[in-house]
């Protein structure tokens, strides 16, 4: 079965719904946590399901170099491989090429590129990348985009796009799996006539939910919720809307508030395996000295296993000292932070209080120390 | 409350007992995992409890560095402090001395050595060593000793030997936790006399329990069979007997055979992080090539989390690919490995089978690949 989206508020533009999938109906907007090599790393999936998570993703790039995909699809799928029983979405493999690699070799045919791991030179077509999230078995391909870099020149932009369209489609015309949805992936850059052009286009190629592709760079703030803002309102209203690799709490509530749906991000578990925690006053270093002889919980009234269990100054021993459970332990927190985040605002939208409940987050998060 | 050692049975040598602690009784022979800075590596303690784990050992050395023995006293102690809700026993930190620190200066007041951290002189004294112990608030205390090099002249072993048996006074006056036990190591590096010697006079001081000491080197088995055997039958039979160091699963055997009740051993984490399992057939190595399409567990019927769940070609991958996880799933299934193995021990003394399981779990260990 393809996934199955239900609209069921709007607050303005922010959007209540539901996500029906082979694995359960899930609550949007959601955050998707990121285990790219099937796995989210240091946490075992009952682990996730503690927090309440929904979608994890999982990296197309990645499993093709290891373990390869037909490993994955002899051990029945992603699913089995990983024993992840939730949704999962692979990503195209797209950002990958285009932020690890150093040199690639763009054509209309695919890109020509070297493995980040040893060098061997690689040929990932869109056709390629559909034919691996097939074999890997995912509940949610994504099409195979250029992220374009940033900033880039509007002729370079607009033939970019173009071909990510082309892309789109032959991607489409091989997909072949009846279990597995396909996303089509709005490009354009930061030029507002070409995510206007890119979302039209892709539109009318029907895919089963949309994604607004970002730049392979990491744009400002202002260009990135543009970005959104131009692509959007061009999106139908029955499908999901997905903003890729976005995961800052604050990002979060801009995305809602613009009709996003579905996000992912590295930034919990990356920030927890650097000693980072989010807390509603904003980040914080566990590993600054202050916490030392803190016997505190990260955050006094979160819920997650860590936070009921452990205290700043453990936890900070744990970083200091390299020991594994201190990234696990935080990127329990992280994870569920996020989660928890989204599960308060739709709350918030179905009563009626986004607008303060984004006001009241932002004033506080800010007072970081 | 002290612990309490109770003897139910004996088989030969081997011996089925109880240890009564603050955090509850326990079976013995027992296997003690190690959380050498305050966490077992990669685990949480519900993971450990999950286990059946019962004792797990801390390192006061480590602790002491970092992050020193008035942080964890202001939390609460160690139990507080890492949120294990069974009985730790903490180490002397003479292992580590001798073993750590490249050089160092014995003298009959104590040693002085450079920090593995940052080379920092250090001074570490039977009476310090116990001063922290107090503090860090374990259920049970090991005395300072020196682990004599091997092979040692005779000379110095005796010369060693008679020291650390002043040594262990000097830390039996100092200590001060009514809640806290403390062991006596018996040493006398290989020499059968001085071992003899080496219990007699320990056990004159009279401690909560007893260890036999292995060198600095890791002498050959052997060595260590006799080291216990030329020990053990000067110590007393209503007080728990534990053997440093030592996590081989056919050495657990020997042990056991001679009456030992307590071991431990980094073995079972350490040999995870390098990808290895223990099985009925012998240690695994999960990088090899031959596992990367086996999906079938480590063992097929063993009831740990990492084998109900995952595959040899799953565990390989996040192996091959540095995943935290994979030494996670490795060292649940090794430490649950060791436990069953004393579990099934302790059954075997009961039904007065200890021979024959000791016979065929060898004959099958060395059926290894």
């Known amino acids: 079965m393809k996934i199955k989206y239900e609209l069921i508020k709007n607050y303005k533009k922010a959007r209540l719904g539901k996500l029906k999938t082979n694995y359960g109906t899930f609550d949007t907007p959601m955050f998707m946590p990121v285990g790219t090599l099937a796995n989210v790393k240091t946490l075992t999936p009952e682990e996730l399901y503690d927090m309440n998570s929904a979608v994890i993703l999982s990296n197309t790039y990645h499993l093709w170099l290891r ?7 002899k051990a029945g799928g992603l699913h089995k491989f990983m024993n992840y ?25 695919g890109v020509i590129f070297k493995s980040h791991i040893d060098g061997k030179k690689l040929f990932l077509t869109p056709e390629l990348s559909i034919q691996i999230q097939n074999k890997l078995d995912s509940d949610i391909a994504m099409s195979f985009d250029e992220c374009i870099p940033y900033p880039a020149s509007y002729e370079y932009a607009k033939a970019s796009t173009e071909r990510t369209i082309r892309w789109a489609k032959r991607g489409k015309e091989v997909h072949n799996n009846p279990n597995q949805s396909l996303f089509g992936i ?11 052009y890119s979302a039209k286009e892709t539109v009318k190629l029907d895919f089963d939910g949309y994604s607004i592709g970002g730049t392979s760079v990491g744009e400002d703030k202002v260009t990135m919720y543009n970005m959104i803002d131009y692509a959007i309102k061009y999106l139908p209203t029955d499908k999901p809307r997905y903003l890729m690799g976005v995961g800052e709490p604050i990002d979060l509530l801009e995305g809602v508030e613009r009709g996003i749906d579905m996000f992912d991000c590295v930034l919990p578990t990356r920030l927890a395996r650097h000693g980072n925690a989010f807390t509603r006053n904003g980040r914080i270093n566990l590993k600054n000295l202050k916490y030392k002889e803190d016997f505190t919980p990260i955050e006094d009234n979160c819920d997650c296993y860590t936070c009921k269990n452990y205290t700043k100054a453990y936890i900070r021993h744990l970083i200091t000292c390299d020991e594994m459970l201190g990234g696990r332990l935080l990127s329990i927190h992280n994870i569920r932070f996020l989660i928890k985040e989204m599960e308060e605002i739709r709350e918030s939208i179905k009563n009626d209080t986004f607008d303060e409940y984004k006001e009241e987050f932002i004033k506080q998060y800010k007072n970081s120390d």
Not at 67 to 72: K, M, Q, R, T
Not at 186 to 196: A, I
């Open 67 to 73: 373990p390869g995909e037909d490993i994955v699809d």
């Open 85 to 109: 029983n939730g949704p999962i979405l692979t990503d195209s493999g797209g950002f990958q090429v285009f932020s690890l690699a150093k040199k690639k070799d763009i054509s209309e045919e």
């Open 186 to 196: 709005v490009q354009g850059g930061e030029y507002q006539d070409l995510r206007e």
